[in-house]
Every structure is written in C-alpha cells, then in structure tokens.
C-alpha cells in the first residue's frame, strides 16, 4: 500500500500564502512590480559595468557578478509564486520541485561565497593598496567568481541527489512558495536524520565560514580606516565599505536565523515569510544601494541615460 501511495505521488502542491481573493491580487500586483524592478535594475548594472571602461575594476567587477547572480535568484522562485498568485495552480512535478530546490540554494551559496569575495576585495584594496592591481588582476578575479559559482553548483547538487532519493508518501502539501529543504524533510516517509545533519553542517560551514571570512575583512579595514591621518580618506574608505556592510547584514541575518534549525516544525511558517527578504527583497535593494550610494556607478549612469535620449 506504501508502495502504491509512493508511485501514485506525482507532484507536490505548494501552499503560498493564504490570503483573500482580494489580497492575492494585490499581493501579486506587489510582488510583480518588484520582480520587474528588480530584473531590470539588476540588468542595468550588468550593462553599465560591462560598457563603461571607468568601471573596469575589481570592485565592480564583483557587483557586476553579483547583479548578474540576482537577475537568475529570484527567477528561481518568484515566476512561479506569480503564476499561483493569478491562476491559484498549486501543483508542481516532482521534477520541477528538484529543479527549483537545486537553483534556489545553489544561487544561494553562490552569493555567500561572492559577498565573502566581496569584502576580501576591500580588505586588500584598503590594507595592501600599492599590491592591490597585482593582488586583484584581472585573472584572479575572474577565477574567484568561476571558483564561486562552481562549488556552489557541486555542493547543492550533492543536496538535491539526497532530496531526490527520498521516498515521499501520500501527503504532498509542502509549506512553502517554493521547494525549500525543510517542508520537503517533513513530508517524507524515509530516514532523514542524516540529511539533516549533512544539510545542517553544510549550511553552517558556507554561512559561517562566509561571514567569518567578512567580519575578519572589515575588522582589519576599521583598524587600518582608524589610522588615516586624512579624515577625506577615512569618510571615503568607510563610505565605499557602507554599501557592502548593508547588504551583508540583510542577507545573513535572514539567511542565517533560516538556516540555523531547518527542520524546527515551530519554525517552518516563520521561515517563509522571512524567506522572503533574501530571495525578493535583496535583490531588489542590491543594485539601489550600490548605485546611490557610488559616485562613480551614478556617473557611468548619466552617460548611458545621456546616449539613450541622443
């Protein structure tokens, strides 16, 4: 009978959020306005970067490749809560599910693993200034993002074949907007305490290891910001690092308090809502800090919005 339940289990049915006719209109109005800015703001540093020859630095090479990440992040998830939201199609394959899964955390490993690249930049850049051009070449760069992107793939593809051996038995309603680690572990019938423990492990060494490599990075930055004898200098390094520490600390301190018990069943509802700030609100402030709070990034974009209207 277990047998029959598990081969009759097709697809899984993802639960959104419950809310009125009327407030799922909204709510989907909401969300689709901010995955559009979001896309083409994102879109837009991508262009600005890739054209403006006075932009061609480490630095914004790094948020180049971190706005190209966040074009792909929330297009994991967000299309596919958009199109329930209007048709109220809670079904998705199996398949799918598995697809989604390994997306959305490999994306999100990866930006971990950019962020912690991000501010090993500024630490050079600020405490080892004169090497900092022969340190941050152009090569190395480019073998750090590639670095990022593949061990963020292997690591969640090891998850996702783990997921995916799972038996999963008559109830397939999982408590989410997407396919997340935790509501998956509870609808299945089989043994999972050590995919817990391999997922909780894992998670705890890229978040951990990741923002302990940016707490050592800036601490090193502060006390070498401190002994600048130019107070110009000193606005300027900590202004550049602001926008950094801003988006660092929106999306650890969701990232982490998700993470920290995955599969805590008291948790699981608290954790789609917050979910909802790394995988919809950081991307869409992630362009907008870096850009106003950049003289250089706001100039780049004058002369792009100069040619268009030529």
């Keep these: 009978m277990a047998q029959s339940n598990e081969t009759a289990l097709k697809v899984?049915?993802?639960?959104?959020?419950?809310?009125?006719?009327?407030?799922?209109?909204?709510?989907?109005?909401?969300?689709?306005?901010?995955?559009?800015?979001?896309?083409?703001?994102?879109?837009?540093?991508?262009?600005?970067?890739?054209?403006?020859?006075?932009?061609?630095?480490?630095?914004?090479?790094?948020?180049?490749?971190?706005?190209?990440?966040?074009?792909?992040?929330?297009?994991?998830?967000?299309?596919?809560?958009?199109?329930?939201?209007?048709?109220?199609?809670?079904?998705?394959?199996?398949?799918?599910?598995?697809?989604?899964?390994?997306?959305?955390?490999?994306?999100?490993?990866i930006e971990n693993f950019i962020l912690a690249i991000m501010a090993y930049d500024r630490y050079v850049a600020v405490c080892n200034p004169l090497r900092y051009l022969l340190i941050m070449s152009p090569q190395v760069c480019l073998k750090l993002l590639l670095a990022s992107w593949m061990s963020g793939c292997v690591i969640t593809g090891i998850s996702t074949l783990q997921i995916s051996s799972l038996s999963f038995c008559v109830h397939r309603q999982i408590d989410s907007y997407y396919c997340d680690f935790a509501p998956l572990i509870k609808l299945s019938c089989s043994e999972t305490v050590s995919i817990e423990k391999q997922f909780f492990a894992v998670s705890s060494i890229i978040l951990f290891g990741c923002f302990s490599i940016i707490i050592v990075s800036y601490a090193c930055i502060i006390r070498t910001t401190i002994s600048f004898s130019s107070s110009f200098r000193m606005h300027k390094t900590f202004s550049t690092c602001a926008s950094h520490l801003i988006v660092v600390l929106l999306f650890y301190g969701t990232t982490m308090f998700m993470f920290i018990r995955p599969t805590a069943g008291d948790f699981l509802y608290m954790n789609k809502i917050i979910s909802v700030v790394p995988s919809i609100v950081t991307p869409l402030l992630n362009p907008l800090i870096y850009t106003l709070r950049n003289q250089e990034v706001k100039e780049a974009m004058r002369k792009v919005i100069q040619k268009i209207q030529r």
């Design 12 to 109: 899984f049915l993802l639960q959104g959020f419950s809310v009125s006719d009327n407030s799922r209109f909204c709510l989907f109005i909401l969300i689709f306005t901010v995955y559009m800015i979001t896309i083409s703001n994102n879109i837009f540093i991508v262009v600005i970067v890739t054209n403006e020859r006075r932009l061609h630095k480490p630095m914004y090479f790094f948020i180049c490749g971190l706005s190209f990440l966040e074009i792909w992040y929330p297009s994991v998830t967000v299309p596919r809560l958009l199109w329930a939201l209007l048709t109220k199609v809670a079904s998705i394959s199996i398949v799918g599910c598995m697809i989604q899964y390994y997306f959305h955390f490999a994306f999100g490993a």
